[in-house]
Nanobody, 119 residues
Framework: QVQLVESGGGLVQAGGSLKLSCVAS????????MGWYRQAPGKQRELVAA???????RYVDSVKGRFTISRDNAKNTVYLQMNSLKPEDTAVYYC?????????????WGQGTQVTVSS
């Protein structure tokens, strides 16, 4: 089992910045991709950004150029630096990691952290 603890959410004005952190603990071997998803009220959860174990990252189009994902494997932590925030970025942000054990892929989720961007 992998436990994920997120931090860094909050209330910020449009144009501001926040940095989310997610620390993985437990059976943290063979973690592959680490990523961030978000879910706004009345909308489906969407992938915001993800980074592979080899450092390859991808982003949803709406955050490209504003958000940066990074990971520190020594600290088992993934970060999401969010700049130039917009009201439409308001959502609960969830950390996600996938792990391969005995050839089977497992997905783990954090509890979520609220990001609210005021106009």
């Amino acid at each position: 089992q992998v436990q994920l603890v997120e931090s860094g959410g909050g209330l910020v004005q449009a144009g501001g910045s926040l940095k989310l952190s997610c620390v993985a603990s437990g059976s943290i071997f063979s973690i592959n991709t680490m990523g961030w998803y978000r879910q706004a009220p009345g909308k489906q959860r969407e992938l915001v950004a993800a980074v592979t174990g080899g450092g390859i990252s991808r982003y949803v189009d709406s955050v490209k150029g504003r958000f940066t994902i990074s990971r520190d494997n020594a600290k088992n932590t993934v970060y999401l630096q969010m700049n130039s925030l917009k009201p439409e970025d308001t959502a609960v942000y969830y950390c996600n990691v996938d792990q391969t054990r005995s050839g089977i892929r497992f997905d783990y989720w954090g509890q979520g952290t609220q990001v609210t961007v005021s106009s």
